[in-house]
């Protein structure tokens, strides 16, 4: 394992966008607070952030022997990476390790712009127009980083909404969405997600849904178009005081 300089792994993941775009973001928006790690070739990458709980880290892909050298070199860290099928009881079964939430889902979709029509319940709310969303948004903080927004209007009534932001000139992620509890259960959180993809394709921008936890996001996601591209597993390690 070999230490990366931030700039240097800014450098190899803008080449490998699309799969490591969250990450990268993370880069960008602390550049200098984090410590980065490489495997010998290169094709994994560690992301160690110092939180006043202790380290916690990022890795962009499945590698057990990078894996293990990043444990050996912090006793006690809280870790995420996306793992191929069939290795994760494979990582289960080392030593102080537990996992400690529910696996992230991410997805994207690069093909055509679909034909379908948008529903016209929606509309697009440009970045001036946020003061609308205040009377329903769940928390304030989603907006905060938001650049779009797409809006489920009934009448005057704004009863759902998804914010997206871009990570690159050219991908776009969605930040947050929402539907009010009386109107969940019609549809709404997927035709919102349709008309993030289908608006992102038809300007040539990928559109990019990253770090879904809940069942219901996850099958708007894909009941609007998208296709899963990794999953993200956390785990908190441990080491007992016994083991050298």
């Not at 509309?123 to 905060?144: C, G, M, T, W």
Request: hydrophobic fraction near 35%.
């Amino acid at each position: 394992m070999k230490q990366l300089e931030p700039e240097r792994l800014c450098e190899r993941l803008s080449t490998q966008r699309l799969r490591y775009m969250s990450l990268f973001h993370e880069v960008k928006r602390q550049l200098f607070e984090n410590e980065a790690f490489a495997n010998d070739s290169e094709s994994c990458f560690a992301l160690v952030t110092h939180y006043p709980y202790g380290p916690a880290a990022s890795f962009t892909q499945y590698d057990p022997v990078f894996l293990k050298e990043l444990l050996r070199r912090y006793p006690k860290i809280n870790f995420s990476l996306d793992m191929p099928p069939g290795a994760q009881p494979q990582v289960e079964r080392m030593r102080g390790l537990k996992q400690h939430s529910i696996p992230t889902v991410c997805f994207a979709y690069e093909g055509e712009a679909p034909a379908a029509p948008v529903d016209p319940h929606i509309r697009p709310l440009a970045k001036s127009e946020f003061d609308l969303l205040r009377p329903i948004v769940d928390h304030q903080d989603n907006l905060v980083y938001a650049e779009k927004a797409f809006v489920w209007s009934e009448g005057a009534q704004i009863t759902g909404y998804l914010c997206c932001s871009p990570n690159f000139d050219d991908i776009w992620d969605v930040n947050h969405i929402f539907t009010l509890p009386g109107h969940r259960g019609h549809g709404i959180g997927t035709a919102l997600a349709y008309a993030y993809l289908k608006t992102m394709r038809e300007q040539g921008l990928v559109p990019y849904y990253s770090g879904v936890t809940n069942p219901a996001s996850a099958a708007a996601a894909r009941k609007a178009g998208f296709q899963p591209c990794r999953t993200s597993y956390a785990f908190q390690y441990k080491k007992p005081k016994f083991i050298s």
